[in-house]
């Protein structure tokens, strides 16, 4: 079995149902119920989201590569962008409640990618790319039979 | 392919947004524009009702957060019904059942507006 898996799209919205398609196959594939697959192409779908409304600007032309890794009960997704260059730094943990009781629409997003995944990671490569890596473990499937 | 269709229709001093398939950054825009319309024929008490959604990410719960202030400040609401469990899992994560009435289905809510036009 192959342990990579790479997807690249161009960075219109128009594409997020082939990336959530491709990511669903492969955590199914992987082992994780349909409840921690949709977890996780929704949190795919988050990251690509604001790559091309933030990152690019909503340009359609630029790349988007997607990068599964998958290893023994570890499934992560390398999402890596050429766009402006991001300041994790500058992403302020979000108070849920004080966040909707103004109404803001924005920065939803990531927080549900930290809620919906285990480890949500961002870096810097070669000084120029963007990449955001979220991870997911496999738990082990308790046996019902044990008492 | 799954696609997402927006459909609107009128009742007796309420207005039913019907939403299907995915709602996403892409469709998103889609459930604006019938937000726009209505909210333009000043239709305030407005009831969706979600039960061919069968996806939704933080874009499209960011429409119901855009119009949400407006028609409440227009003595309307936005009352949601009939979602599937994974689509209510994701209006959970976020807290927007503290913010939204939640039916289970689309009769409860009307009757609410009903209710509220009574008083």
Do not use: W
């Amino acid at each position: 079995m192959a342990k990579t898996l790479k997807k690249i799209i161009l960075s219109s919205t128009d594409n997020l149902l082939e990336v959530r398609e491709f990511v669903s196959a492969a955590a199914r594939d992987f082992g994780f119920s349909e409840e921690e697959t949709s977890k996780i192409a929704l949190a795919v779908d988050e990251a690509c989201t604001n790559i091309i409304k933030h990152s690019y600007k909503n340009q359609p032309d630029k790349t988007i590569q997607v990068v599964i890794l998958r290893q023994p009960n570890k499934f992560e997704i390398s999402i890596v962008d050429e766009g402006r260059k991001f300041d994790p730094e500058a992403i302020k943990p979000l108070n849920l409640k004080e966040h909707l009781s103004h109404y803001r629409r924005g920065g939803l997003g990531v927080y549900l990618m930290r809620t919906l995944m285990d480890k949500v990671e961002y870096h810097t490569i070669s000084g120029k790319k963007n990449e955001v890596r979220l991870t997911k473990f496999l738990q082990p499937v308790r046996s019902s039979a044990r008492r | 392919m799954s696609e997402f269709k927006v459909h609107h229709r009128d009742g007796d001093g309420f207005s039913v947004i019907e939403l299907k398939g995915y709602l996403d950054a892409h469709t998103a825009p889609d459930l604006e524009t019938t937000f726009q319309e209505l909210l333009g024929d000043r239709k305030f008490n407005i009831v969706v009702n979600c039960r061919d959604l069968t996806y939704i990410s933080s874009a499209g719960l960011g429409v119901f957060m855009a119009y949400i202030e407006d028609v409440r400040k227009n003595k309307g609401d936005i009352k949601l019904t009939n979602m599937s469990p994974k689509v209510y899992n994701v209006f959970d994560l976020l807290g927007f059942p503290i913010l939204y009435e939640i039916y289970k289905d689309e009769q409860e809510a009307v009757n609410k507006f009903k209710q509220s036009k009574k008083v």
